[in-house]
């Protein structure tokens, strides 16, 4: 049976409905065909932000991820030129004030709103990661961008937990989640770009650290056009020490499958008509 059909035959398909293909790579890959391209793009975040950086903490990600796809890393401004033959773009932990004595980074501007929601809508992929306070994370700007995709971060906020996923979740079912904290996804109900949680907070799960725990959204998705877009509302799940099972701010989330959500969130996201 099909993923599709298994789906409708559970019921599921009209409720959030993913292509196919998106769980895993396309069988029969030929091993000469060009691997789709993430662009881990750094072109909102501060310089001298060092949180994230490819060649720190977010190096064995993206290390991991050179398996099934080709990744590029810039700051370079998001243009039609820098955006050319990418499949999916990485946002992590846009920033909102300086660091030290550097200039203030680039918020989103109307100009990348266009850019980013043109690319989408021609059939790329976005993913847009926040973080919890005190990482310097800019949302106002940002939220006009998730808005249009009928998405927005609201400063609501769930501890450090580990999530064990429905089975019968798309994509991802039965996979564990080590979630380190985060605010929340708002979705716009009717939204045309067809906004629906992927991950919601399960209450019943209990934060391993801290007491917060609202209940919404932590992961959602929108199909915007051709191209498909997720909002996750934590970096640090893909960091190297969460992905180690170090753990982060002395709480670790031992047994969590952080790496196997996002190699298959990438695949969906890279999925879209071609760019």
Known sequence: MTWRGLLASIGLEACLLLPATAAEPPAGTSPNQSKPVILYSRYFNALGENRYLPDGN???LLNRLRTEFTVQVHAEPLTDLTLAGVNVVLIANPSDLAVRTNPPPHHVSSADIATLGRFV???GGLVVMGNQENHNLEITDLNRLLGRFGLQFTNLYTDVKQLVLPAETPLIGGLRWGYYTGNLVVITPGHPANPRPLILNDLTQKPLGGTRDTPGA???IAEPGGGHVAVVTDSGWLSDDALSGKGI??????GQDNFE???RLSHWLAAGSPP
């Open 58 to 60: 977010y190096h064995d």
């Open 121 to 123: 809508e021609r059939g």
């Open 218 to 220: 932590l992961l959602a």
């Open 249 to 254: 701010g002395g709480v670790a989330v031992r």
């Open 261 to 263: 959500i996002f190699r």
